[in-house]
């Protein structure tokens, strides 16, 4: 009797084991779709034509369709195993862009895949040195990271725990009028005024303050996902943000919240270490750190369209100057005189400069 309820006991569970290893087998597999750009192996860049080439395995069952995004907007539809699709560049914005299939069987099925692709400018930007037209004093101690001009009225922001500072100097008379300290635990970074209130940024706090022009009395503050905060303009509508990547954020003054965010690239890489920013005539403009460069960034599509290389600006105006000097980092414009003021961390001078183009 024991030796039949074995063999039973036996019997049921190899019966379990064999039905559930033959559905096993039938459970549906999903559809694979591999992606590949045509032509392979170069640099892309805006205005080059496309060939996404889709090639969808189905090892059982049949295809229903497969659709393919472009940037998360369906841009094809089609039921081939093998297709491809043309794609025309001329409108996209320089960066980093993504495709994604989802290929469907018959029975419902689906199976995702995504390729990533870098558009680089399609154009080769200007070049231009640059001529000092006067220069002025600067306090040494000043760790420059915010420049900013307004109704005659120089407003510089400064860096480093337990310094970092706010300074408003007369342009007639190039004194500091008025100054705010910063909480010890804070590293000041990029400002910017606009509607009446100075903006400003720190370091790696992750907050900005929003104060006001006149007193420097703090209205508000605001937090910011991005891990660092470092250059800070404005376009007269949004606050404009750089965090030391080569992405630029666009800000709502009053929510915060990111309305745009664009990546910013030349003709031959991305442009990484974007530092203190000034909106000057409908373009961004940006000190590269650590360099003496100074690229024009057009808003609308990331693209840099001109270089200023300032080297030699301050060891050329300087005779026998052995106080330990920063990078550059400082760009002012004066909408009003249509000037432009550079500086640097730890500089004795800045300079007023007139661009001048190499034509060569």
Request: charged share 25%.
């Amino acid at each position: 009797m024991r030796q039949l309820i074995s063999i039973s006991l036996l019997f049921l569970i190899t019966s379990f084991i064999f039905v559930n290893c033959a559905q096993s087998s039938k459970r549906t597999r999903k559809p694979v779709t591999n992606i590949q750009i045509s032509p392979k192996n170069k640099n892309y860049k805006v205005g080059d034509k496309l060939t996404v080439n889709l090639q969808s395995k189905i090892k059982d069952g049949s295809l229903r369709q497969i659709e393919l995004y472009l940037d998360g907007k369906s841009v094809f539809i089609g039921k081939e195993i093998v297709c491809s699709v043309d794609i025309e560049t001329s409108n996209f914005s320089v960066g980093a862009h993504y495709l994604k299939t989802i290929a469907t069987k018959e029975d419902g099925t689906t199976g995702e895949n995504y390729f990533d692709f870098l558009l680089l400018s399609d154009i080769i930007p200007k070049k231009f040195g640059y001529k000092v037209i006067k220069s002025y004093p600067h306090n040494i101690a000043n760790f420059t990271e915010g420049f900013e001009i307004r109704n005659n009225f120089l407003y510089e922001g400064t860096g480093q725990e337990g310094s970092s500072s706010i300074y408003k100097t007369d342009l007639a008379t190039w004194k500091v009028i008025k100054d705010y300290r910063l909480d010890d635990q804070y590293f000041g970074e990029g400002i910017t005024i606009l509607n009446g209130k100075l903006y400003q940024l720190t370091y790696k706090t992750q907050i900005g303050f929003v104060r006001d022009i006149n007193t420097f009395d703090l209205l508000k503050s605001w937090t910011y996902k991005n891990e660092q905060g470092w250059g800070l303009t404005n376009d007269g509508k949004s606050l404009i943000m750089s965090d030391g990547t080569e992405f630029i954020y666009y800000l709502d003054p009053e929510t915060f919240k990111v309305s745009k965010r664009i990546q910013v690239c030349n003709n031959k890489t991305v442009m990484k270490n974007l530092n203190e920013l000034e909106y000057i005539n409908g373009e961004i403009w940006a000190n590269i750190w650590t360099t003496d460069t100074v690229v024009k960034i057009d808003p609308n599509t990331g693209k840099i369209v001109a270089e200023i290389d300032l080297t030699g600006i301050l060891s050329s105006n300087l005779v026998n100057y052995k106080t330990p000097v920063d990078v550059l980092n400082g760009i002012a414009y004066d909408n009003e005189k249509n000037k432009i003021y550079v500086t640097g961390k730890f500089w004795p001078k800045l300079f007023e400069i007139e661009l001048v183009e190499n034509t060569k």
